[in-house]
């Protein structure tokens, strides 16, 4: 079943039924070959919203996901950190900017995008809505929260939509260079004053379960990754790359001397799995849905950048394009 019977709003797959059954065969024939869908071929229109969906919500992850760390630019401890956090920051509004346009081949409007995002309409990634509050903080997001934004998006940039491959395959060679900034700063902290490592090790037991989290729900009562893995949307589950995320970086957070705050964490060896305290899902649900500690803050931020910028947009528009010289 697609969907269905759980904490979260089933979404109408229904859609399928009401397809031509030919080119309905056609297409998943061709993702069943692996070939690419490109903006201009036919799609069923549940692959279309389904795209629009997720695609969308990854770039208003990226621009809301560039604020918690943002706010360090001016606080970074040294020039260097400082010049690297800015570049980072950068980078992640960049990808914002590519996935937008990703979007926008499927046909919704940007203005659209960004207007659902600003009036709590479009959902992003649930760990943007936590407090940063120390430079720790910032470190553990440079390092483990791109870390998992790699294993996620190193998947799905083999997937089957033409556009959003293309973003997903520049984005990860970037965020290769978050993860190893990010993880400089954690071992610099994790291996200098007993201040410092207290300091690390309390932004991991502040971000862990939000870690936990930003996977998504557990494939039992994940609503759309069935209908996604099926058109190769995505190429791994949820489930599949909290594991890879556990299996590539707990060792790594070990081997700094630093604890995970679950007690049930463990690798049972027999099966090859990584065994944990079930997430808080509906801590999850409130969160994604607006009630998290700084949803509100997030929102009016982009609220204010959005209301701030209108008159660049307002000058674009009314400018007389008699005075642009247009390329030989
Ligand atoms: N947060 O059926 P499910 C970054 C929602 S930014 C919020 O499993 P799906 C970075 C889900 O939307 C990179 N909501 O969904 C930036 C659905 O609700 P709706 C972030 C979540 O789509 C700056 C409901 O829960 N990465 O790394 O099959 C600085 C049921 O879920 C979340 C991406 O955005 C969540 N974590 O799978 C530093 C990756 N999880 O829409 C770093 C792209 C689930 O029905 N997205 N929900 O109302 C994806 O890969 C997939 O959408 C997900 C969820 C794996 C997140």
Redesign the pocket.
Known sequence: MYGGGNI??P?NHNDVLNEDPVKLQEFEARIERGEKIEPSDWMPKLYRKQLI??IE??AH??II??LP?GTWITRAPGFKRKLALMAKVQD?VG?AQLLYSAAETLGKSREDMISDLINGKS??????NYPAYTWADSCF??WL??A??IV??VA?SKGSYGPYCRALERICIE?SF?LKYGHHCVIHLATGTPKQRQMMQEAVDRWWAPMM?????SDKI????EI?MKWKV?MAS?DD?RQQFLDMYVPKIWELGLTVPDTNLKKNEETGMWEFTEPDWEEFKRV?NGDGPCNEERLAVRRMAEERGQWVRNALKSADMKYVTPLA
């Open positions: 979260f709003e979404s969906r997720m919500q990854h992850s990226e996901g560039a760390e992640e990808h959902k992003y990634s649930n760990i943007f997001i440079s929260v791109d998992g934004a996620n998006q799905n965020e978050h989290h930003f996977f998504g729900p994940s609503v759309h990754t996604l995505k949820n790359c994604i």
